[in-house]
């Protein structure tokens, strides 16, 4: 069937329902043969991902070619798609490569980026499906950002024909669909299960006609072809709010989509039978007529149960918020990861006013689209018993992609495929320029002709098909300056490849060992590169040798950079100075008297250690301390900050792990060790009390702070590319600066009489209790400036006032600042 045909019966003129350039729609999903003749004209911007090599003939790339020309077709081509006038962004997360999987982790990279640039509604046609399955703590709060910056996220339920979660579709803020057959019945490979109850849709999914790489058609079956039916059709309502003059508030077409789905009955609820049906059955006609009447409360005759017996939405008609018994789609996750990040309130991203909304002139109304109509399919494999998924994977290919075609079959009307080659699209006509700023203030990107696709490691696959392995599946230039980066974690090595390992092996000095059971012996051992001790001694002595080693960043055991000095503006030391002569004429006349300590100071002027860039001495220095015991509180080092920016480029890990490169910089860059930041709170606490005659419980003050930093570092460690995120991670490393107003915070508890200590002279102590991250109202022209909150409480007197720490932070720059002193405040 032809995408449009679920368009039939909405009461609307054709040139209303191709979209409008202001609506902007991300495509995360395989490379897009953006040559094909269905894109000519169209707006789309491919942009950097880890997926970096053009579409060829794999899979990936006939999946994501054939999910966006679902969108993205223009009229009169050879597929006409959904909102072929709305603007497009092309983030290929899915490779030819492998087994198209790829870590939630990098699907989490593709969704923060998408909300960066502007992205009105997401389309995911992948994802990682799993009995128990939850969502990375990074993926969670990408798709928390999603949320709070107004953005509709679309996912495939997946294609395994089970009663089985999906993730992310599983997510309540995440509109699920599922995939029906032409006779309206789900699927019998489209998931299903209490996961979607109340935030899930059925869309035609069965023989999809849609674009191939080369330059043909095919009609493709899965989720993954059913999802961006109803991204599609979101985008209309979007675009049907910005004629009507109102701010874009895509998750207010979410919920019409929701509240329009119909259902024929189905009794007993919890029957499975039942339970396939999902929410309702995608009915755009009647969630246009709710969106163009701004009417999205509850139809008494609709209200009640779905047939999986969950509650229909209710909703406030201005603002589209959910009310009692709304679904999950616009609360939180129930999903609680071991970082307890559900706890985080970022907001990063302002929401487009009413003034941003006004629509660009339509274009000349396309040619009508006949009724569905029969095509030739290509034949579907088998769905194979899946095994348990530990990455996400598209639905729609071999190994795990919805709608998955046999190896080797040829699309349906296209010419015999070319090896794989650069592929540019055309260049389209840019669209004229609406009045107002797209979605998020962000306005909409130039045209770019780009090339598609790449490799990837184990995670997500598209949504269809059994996968091999687990993870999820897959169901040009940037629109911006690169984005910034302000990153908290560790340094890790690599190597990339055995022969580099080994040079350094080779090169390096080999050490000595005792022989065991003959401590009087030794023996000579090669050297060992992944020894931190070793390769620090070498490095210190080689430094030019400091960029032949690949440093990453890592959450605990997991990369998320590779990191590369900037060019260097000058050199530093390789560590304390070459000689330490004193700081007064005493100390001086005392080495002349001290020889063997006389004897060490000429011997390091007669060899002092060369000179290095400063970042590389920071990540070899930071290496080492890692490494070392946390019990020598004098070298152990816990944390590192990274100021920098992404690059285009992307590094390939000895394990397979691809990861984007980060230039890092130099101002911003430091080391730490947790127990440095709590010892400065605890002093100034202690000293605040002694000042004041009080009586404080010091290891009471170190178990606060310890959350303090625990919460930043673990709840909510995150990639740092986000503005909430960046001011968060730089509240975190600034701690030193913000331990007076912290311990001052914490000893309010000496002006409010507690009826908890019954009378005597213990000190009550505030606890830290929550951190939240919103954009701050007032801020200097061309900034970006972000409100941290700190949150303290009572722990022994709950009828006490909560007290919040305000710090205001500019991340516009690659070194964040703090605006202002930290502003206190009551709360009840």
């Known amino acids: ?111 923060e980026r998408a909300v960066q640039e502007g992205a009105h509604v997401i389309n995911i046609s992948g994802g990682e499906a799993g009995q128990d399955v939850q969502p990375d703590p990074v993926l969670e709060r990408a798709l928390r950002l ?23 579709a599983a997510v309540p803020t995440v509109l699920a669909v599922g995939a029906a057959g032409p006779d309206g019945e789900p699927l019998d490979l489209s998931n299903w299960g209490s996961a979607y109850a109340d935030h899930s849709v059925l869309a035609p999914g069965s023989d999809i006609e849609g674009a191939a790489p080369g330059g043909g058609t095919a009609a493709l079956t899965g989720s993954s072809f059913a999802t961006p039916l109803v991204s599609g059709v979101a985008a209309l309502l979007v675009a049907a709010r910005l004629r009507a003059g109102l701010p874009p508030d895509p998750r207010a077409a979410g919920q019409a989509l929701l509240r329009g789905a119909h259902s024929a009955p189905c009794a007993p609820a919890e029957a499975p039978e039942c339970r396939r049906r999902l929410t309702g059955h995608l009915d755009a006609a009647r969630a246009y007529e709710l969106i163009t009447r701004g009417d999205l409360t509850e139809d008494p005759a609709r209200a009640g149960t779905t047939a999986d017996g969950a509650r229909r939405t209710t909703l406030s008609p201005e603002v589209g918020v959910a009310t009692a018994g709304a679904p999950a789609l616009l ?99 840019a669209p004229a320029p609406p009045t107002g700023a797209t979605a998020l203030g962000q306005a909409p990107a130039a045209p770019c002709a780009c090339q598609g696709g790449g490799p990837s490691g184990a995670g997500l696959s598209p949504s269809g098909g059994a996968p091999t392995g687990g993870g999820v599946r897959p169901s040009c230039a940037s629109t911006n300056n690169r ?29 000595e060992r005792d022989v065991e059971g003959h401590p009087e012996q030794t023996k000579e051992l090669p050297a060992n590169p992944y020894d931190a001790e070793q390769l620090h001694r070498y490095l210190t002595a080689n430094p030019w040798a400091s960029d032949k080693v690949t440093w990453t960043l890592n959450l605990e055991s997991t990369p998320i950079y590779a990191m590369e000095a900037e060019a260097a503006a000058g050199m530093d030391w390789a560590g304390t100075p070459v000689v330490d002569l004193g700081a007064t004429k005493d100390d001086v ?219 205001t932070i500019d991340v516009s720059d690659e070194f964040p600042v703090t605006l202002a002193p930290a502003h206190q405040f009551l709360e009840s």
Not at 15 to 32: F, H, K, Q
Not at 358 to 368: E, G, I, N, T
Not at 756 to 767: I, K, R
């Open 331 to 429: 609360g939180t996750s129930p999903y609680d990861s071991h970082e307890g990040a559900s706890t985080m309130d970022t907001q990063s991203v302002p929401a487009a006013t009413a003034e941003a909304a006004q629509a660009v002139q339509a274009a000349p109304a396309a040619q009508a689209v006949p009724g569905p109509e029969a095509v030739q399919a290509f034949q579907a494999v088998p769905a194979a018993q899946s095994a348990p998924y530990e990455a996400v994977t598209p639905a729609g290919a071999p190994a795990g992609v919805t709608g998955a075609i046999a190896a080797g079959a040829q699309p349906v009307g296209a010419a015999p495929v070319p090896p794989p080659v650069p592929l540019t699209a055309p260049a389209p006509a």
């Open 146 to 168: 999603c949320e709070e910056s107004g953005v509709l996220v679309v996912a495939a339920v997946g294609n395994d024909g089970c009663d089985c979660a999906q993730v992310p």
């Open 589 to 807: 006349e005392a080495l002349i008297n001290d020889r063997a300590r006389l004897a060490d100071v000429l011997m390091a002027l007669a060899s002092p250690p060369p000179p290095v860039s400063t970042v590389y001495r920071s990540f070899r220095d930071a290496y080492l301390g890692h490494h070392r015991f946390a019990q020598d509180d004098d070298g152990y080092i816990s944390r590192i900050s990274v100021p920098g920016r992404l690059t285009d480029r992307t590094v390939r890990l000895f394990s397979g792990q691809v990861v984007p490169v980060v230039e890092v910089k130099s101002r911003g860059i430091y080391i730490w060790y947790q127990k440095q930041l709590v010892d400065a709170v605890v002093k100034a606490v202690l000293g605040q009390a002694e000042r004041d005659a009080l009586t404080v419980n010091e290891a009471y003050i170190r178990k606060t702070m310890d959350a303090f930093l625990d919460k930043v570092y673990y709840q909510f460690r995150n990639l740092g590319q986000t503005s909430a995120d960046r001011a968060l991670n730089s509240a975190g490393t600034n701690a030193f600066s913000v331990a007076e107003t912290i311990s001052k915070a914490m000893l309010l508890g000496q002006s409010i009489p507690s009826t908890a200590t019954g009378g005597n002279d213990q000190t009550s102590l505030y606890c830290i209790d929550t951190i939240s991250v919103t954009k701050s109202p007032y801020c200097r022209m061309g900034s970006d400036c972000q409100d941290v909150k700190v949150g303290f409480f009572d722990p022994e007197d709950e009828r006490h006032a909560r007290v919040n720490m305000l710090f």
């Open 1 to 111: 069937m032809k995408a449009r045909s679920v368009l039939r019966d909405v009461r609307a003129p054709e040139g209303e329902l191709l979209g409008d350039p202001a609506v902007c729609i991300a495509v995360l999903d395989g490379p897009v043969d953006l040559s094909h003749p269905c894109f000519e004209g169209a707006d789309l911007t491919r942009l950097d991902t880890l997926v970096s090599e053009p579409a060829g003939t794999g899979p990936m790339s006939l999946h994501g070619t054939h999910v966006a020309s679902l969108l993205f077709g223009g009229p009169g081509s050879p597929v006409t798609g959904l909102a072929p006038r709305c603007r497009g962004l092309i983030l290929p997360v899915f490779p030819d490569a492998g087994e198209g999987r790829v870590p939630q982790l990098d699907l989490a990279r593709a969704v």
């Open 483 to 511: 984005p910034l980066v302000f990153a908290i974690g560790q340094v890790g090595v690599d190597f990339q490849t055995e022969a580099r390992r080994d040079s350094f092996r080779q090169l390096m000095d080999p050490v």
